[in-house]
Every structure is written in C-alpha cells, then in structure tokens.
C-alpha cells in the first residue's frame, strides 16, 4: 500500500495547466467580457478532470 497519494508526474502536470488555463481564462472573460473565453474555461477545466483520472487510475480508484 502506498503511503503517498498525492498526483505525482503526468497527473500533476495536467492537473497544474488545467488550473492555470481555467484561472487565467476565468480573469480574461471578466476584464474583456468575451464570449470566447468560456471554450478555453472548459478546456482547462477538462485538462484537470483527466489529470485527476490519470491520478485516481494509478491509485486503483482508492483514495
């Protein structure tokens, strides 16, 4: 059993550019107030949903 389950190589790499995509994408949409930021959102916010599946498949779904 590992003792350390924090994201680790690619799963934390996804993880960290989905956040950084979505938080800049969330700044831009509210100072430009353009529609076209809201597909980058969701991009980033996908990037870090498969990041943290890429993490919870090498744990074998455990927490």
Do not use: K
């Amino acid at each position: 059993m590992r003792t350390n389950t924090s994201p680790t190589g690619l799963a934390l790499l996804l993880i960290v550019v989905g956040l950084l995509v979505s938080f800049t994408s969330i700044t831009a949409a509210f100072v430009t107030h353009e529609d076209v930021w809201r597909y980058l959102i969701a991009g980033g916010c996908f990037v870090q949903f498969l990041g943290w599946v890429v993490h919870g498949r090498r744990n074998g779904g455990r927490r």
